[in-house]
């Protein structure tokens, strides 16, 4: 059986003892967590349930989500799981475990992902409780500033008044998914626009036209240098399609979200929230 929670709300801080190469977090913040969560008794295993085709770097990515979610919530026990179009043995996942929350690692609505999931839930024996899609949510806006100050495309800090030379004067923040993810997706960009106090508009990054129109549109509005922020985790879409669209619109692009602690922190915050916690 399943059932949906898209509820969203702060989540609590993170734990130390992380690998080296897991990106320490930083204090302070309007979304930080305040207090840690403690593994629920008798946890359910958590399903990170990803869309296919499998690649090795959207395995990679599965990979390290949960190593970054793992790390927040230590003694949690988590199974990656790329849902394929042919099916997949949800049954074999559990190994026995007679029921489980499933967490699907997608950023906005995807009809066909979801479809793709459901059906393997309801082929498999056990008791699954399938949570929502990770956003809109304040801390996808966060990524996405934080992607763009990557590749000086906007200042760091909004409280420091230093300039970047290549910052960019409009966003196009683009999503896949067809149109309920980019309906979604303008809930994080109204955050996103006011976090760099910019003009955001929100397009479909697999109809490149309505990209090209967001960009000519800002340019109408008085932006002479256009930015790209994808509101993807990347090894989802087709190598190179970013920068393709990016350059039919004129655009310098960001990089896309990939993994990132604020990921984990809402798959944690829709495991807990499934639990009750």
Known sequence: ???????????????????????????GGRHRRPDSHELPEAAKPLILAVPGPANGELLALVGEVALLAGADLPGLDIRPVVIEEDGTDLAAVLHGAPAAVVVPLLLGPNAAATARTDAALAAAEGEFQRCGVLGPHPLLAEV??????????????????????????????????????????????????????????????????????????????????????????????????????????????????????????????????????
């Open 144 to 277: 996405l500033h934080e992607r763009l100050s990557e590749a000086g495309l906007a200042r760091a800090d909004r409280a420091r008044l230093f300039s970047v030379a290549t910052a960019a004067e409009g966003i196009v923040l683009v999503t896949d998914g067809g149109p309920e993810a980019v309906a979604a997706a303008e809930v994080t960009g109204v955050l996103l626009a006011a976090r760099l106090a910019l003009p955001v508009m929100t397009a479909d990054l697999g109809d490149p036209k309505t990209v090209v129109a967001a960009a000519e549109r800002l340019r109408e509005m008085g932006a002479g240098s256009i930015a790209l922020a994808p509101h993807i985790l990347g090894p989802d879409v087709e190598a190179g399609r970013i920068a393709e669209v990016a350059e039919q619109a004129g655009c310098t692009a960001a990089g896309p979200i990939g993994a990132h602690t604020a990921v984990a922190r809402l798959i944690l915050h829709k495991y807990l929230e499934a639990c009750g916690r």
């Open 1 to 27: 059986m399943s059932s949906s929670s898209d509820a969203a709300s702060p989540l609590p801080a993170r734990t130390p003892g992380l690998p080296t190469r897991v990106p320490q977090p930083r204090q």
